[in-house]
């Protein structure tokens, strides 16, 4: 992908959950300043319907037009909570594959990436937030350093996770809050798994609903063309004594799959975390607990 340089202009929108308040991602934004980018709230950002950040025609439409303005070169992501698939039949993407650009965010806004990837081909950085990364008013390094990484354009290794299955694997890159993935499952955009490597993470869900999401990904069209597999965080996930543990959930999951296996790798709803480009080219190494950022 293009570096981004100091004095580029990046779109600021709220595609999923309202903020209301523009003092919620202050911090953000001078962050954003003082890596020498130029940040432009969207028309619609502040606004506020239901959980959402406008209406669902508001939200696609800061969207579009920051796909649309050429002189946009990136495109942040202030908040995600919940909200994002319902603007995906209003986006265009015809506009946005004619002017790629990433698009930053994290859990809710991963449907939004998913989308643009599965219909126009856009490589999206997913593990950063201008609100949520900022509740304690100051970044974590690692999701600081890793973002800096992605805007210098610049290739990396990642080494976190145990191994589950042996092997290594090379595919695109698709990265998703487990919850947000599978409300896609029989809509337009849900994800081509073929050659993929996945990584799946979740928060806040019963042990029993997180079973079941993951056999109904098994049993998604193009689930058995999938060459890899990585468990990120799974964040407060409980459940009662017969649902079992979440290690019993992902052992029944991996019945009859013979595809390399990373858990425990650091992604997810944690202060820190890595920050990954969704549809990137990617090797992963489950023998070394290994993920090599190959492009983007």
Known sequence: MKKLRAGDKVAVIAPSGQI???????????????????????????????????TDKHRAQDVNDAFKNPEIKAIFCVRAA????????????????????????FCDNAALQIALLQKSG???????????????????????????????????DITSGTTLRRGKAK?????????VLMK?????????????????EDTHERLHKIDLMLQQLKQQATFSKLRGLIFGNFTDCTGDAEDGTLQDC?????????????????????????V?????????DADKGKLEVLSY
């Open 20 to 54: 209301g308040n523009i003092e919620k991602i202050q911090d953000g934004l001078k962050y954003l300043s003082e890596l020498g980018l130029v940040p432009v709230l969207g028309k619609h950002t502040l606004e506020q319907y239901r959980y959402m950040a406008g």
């Open 82 to 105: 919940a909200g994002a698939a319902r603007i995906l039949p209003y986006i265009d993407y015809d506009n946005a594959k004619k002017n790629k650009k990433p698009l930053i965010g």
């Open 122 to 156: 856009i490589i999206s950085w997913n593990g950063f937030l201008l609100s949520y990364d900022f509740r304690h008013k100051k970044l974590d390094k690692l999701i600081d350093e890793n973002l800096q990484t992605l805007i210098s354009g610049n290739k990396f």
């Open 171 to 179: 595919g695109k890159l698709i990265c998703s809050n487990l919850s």
């Open 184 to 200: 896609l499952a029989g809509t337009p955009y849900f994800p081509n798994l073929n050659g993929k490597i996945l990584l799946i």
């Open 250 to 274: 992902f052992n029944d999951f991996m019945q009859g799959i013979n595809i390399p296996v990373l858990q425990d790798f650091q992604f997810g709803h944690t202060d820190s975390r890595y």
């Open 276 to 284: 990954l480009p969704q549809g990137g080219t990617v090797l992963l």
